[in-house]
């Protein structure tokens, strides 16, 4: 049907506040990371040890988790833009306790309020993605907003360490300027995601709260329970990389450039960006399976740059980008199924506990490092989380790639 003069302006809202929430989505997932690279400074200044800094990073994921719980799922209710804008703010907030309480209680207490911003947002923006672009191009495929929502997730968190790691290099101030840039970027994206439209009405009345459960029709609990299960190996190959870039890089291969470290985490969000973005077109049995062989692949190799009689930092960089670009990978194909198993209504809710299980695959690897290397060495502590996370892939990935195969044919005997 041609459009009326009235719905062409419409459109171009939408596709507006479409840019303004990925935006908005992928400002807080970078300053969500920000602290990486600049733990060491933080070390050095007040003394504390790498175990410190796990129980630093707990206190973010502490954050993410209780968000996901409590609030992942309100937009379903309230609506997405009446819920996205006060998780900015907090996030908000949480970068200028960064800037004002500089000490051990004011870092753990900025990162649990950075986590409670990152666990309401990602939900709320994959959903808000989803709805807009619906709306700018009724006749377009949802692929392009899955691929833009995954691809600002995990590009967000690579972002943010390089940033700062280029910023503690080169600028004065390391431990001021990366937050005064995200303060300001944070505003900014607070004012245009308050430009963007509304796309789910407030429900009337209000269902009685209760906290996030599982939120899917119970045929689909199967596919769930798989995309949920890759969601948390994807995260938690990551957060395996990313709990451990920095002390390899210091204690085994004595590199002590800030920016360095940035590039390096970057190096393997950057590569789960570029997978996500070829893979676009990609059928998900093919994009899992792809993404299972790159993840064990990275990991091998990063095992072998540290067990290599001279370490290696170009191995350790390689294996962290295409074990990156793995994961990536299968997180975008967990998405996939996740919103073509959900109905609207409950959309929020059903991604709130896909992210549950992400983030708790992130944090777990980290906060496991950093009990082991209290016992052990990086190398062996390495190896350890390589070999628990490497043999649950292989468990995971005839389910996983089975749920997609059987829905497959599910639609085929519908059409």
């Known amino acids: 049907m041609p459009l009326s003069p009235a719905s062409i302006p419409t459109r171009r809202r939408h596709g507006l506040g479409f840019w303004a929430v990925a935006f908005a989505f992928l400002v807080v997932m970078a300053f969500s990371t920000v602290p990486s690279p600049l733990y060491g400074l933080y070390q050095e200044r007040d003394g504390f040890s790498s175990f410190v800094v796990t129980i630093i990073y707990a206190a973010y994921a502490v954050g993410v988790i209780a968000a996901l719980l409590l609030a992942g799922h309100v937009s379903d209710w309230h609506g997405r833009r009446r819920v996205l804008l006060p998780a900015i703010a907090t996030a908000i907030v949480s970068a200028l306790v960064f800037l004002a309480w500089r000490d051990l209680p004011g870092l753990l207490l900025a990162r649990v309020i950075s986590g409670l911003s990152v666990g309401v947002v990602t939900a709320t923006a994959t959903a808000y993605l989803g709805e807009l672009h619906a709306a700018s191009r009724p006749d377009g495929s949802p692929r392009r907003a899955q691929l833009i929502a995954t691809g600002v997730n995990v590009g967000g968190l690579g972002f943010g360490p390089l940033i700062a790691g280029l910023l503690a290099e080169w ?26 439209p509304e796309t789910r009405d407030r429900q009337d009345p209000l269902p009685a ?5 599982l939120s899917v029709p119970a045929e689909a609990r199967g596919a769930f329970a798989a995309a949920a299960a890759g969601a948390f190996l994807a995260f938690g190959a990551l957060g395996l990389f990313t709990g451990l870039a920095a002390t390899f890089l210091v204690g085994t291969l004595h590199q002590t450039s800030h920016a360095l470290a940035g590039v390096t985490v970057a190096a393997m969000f950057g590569a789960g960006v570029l997978s996500q973005t070829v893979s676009a077109t990609w059928a998900p049995p093919r994009t899992l399976a792809a993404g299972i062989a790159l993840m064990l692949t990275g990991m091998a190799l990063v095992v072998l740059a540290a067990w290599l009689s001279t370490p290696s930092l170009g191995i350790f960089i390689a294996g ?9 990978a299968v997180f975008k194909g967990s998405v996939a199924t996740v919103i073509a198993i959900s109905p609207a209504e409950t959309r929020a809710e059903a991604l709130a506990g896909l992210f549950l ?7 777990v690897p980290v906060v496991g490092a950093g009990i082991a290397l209290q016992l052990t060495s990086a190398k062996d502590t390495l190896l350890g989380f390589a070999i628990v996370e490497g043999v649950a892939i292989v468990v995971a990935a005839p389910r996983l790639l089975g749920v997609n195969a059987e829905r497959r044919a599910q639609r085929l005997a519908a059409a």
């Open 171 to 196: 600028v004065g101030a390391p431990l001021t300027v990366p937050y005064v840039v995200f303060l300001v970027a944070l505003s900014v994206a607070l004012v245009v995601v308050a430009l963007a």
């Open 209 to 213: 709260y209760r906290i996030q459960r």
């Open 320 to 328: 962290g980008a295409v074990m990156g670009g793995g994961a990536g």
């Open 357 to 363: 299980a992400g983030y708790v695959g992130l944090s």
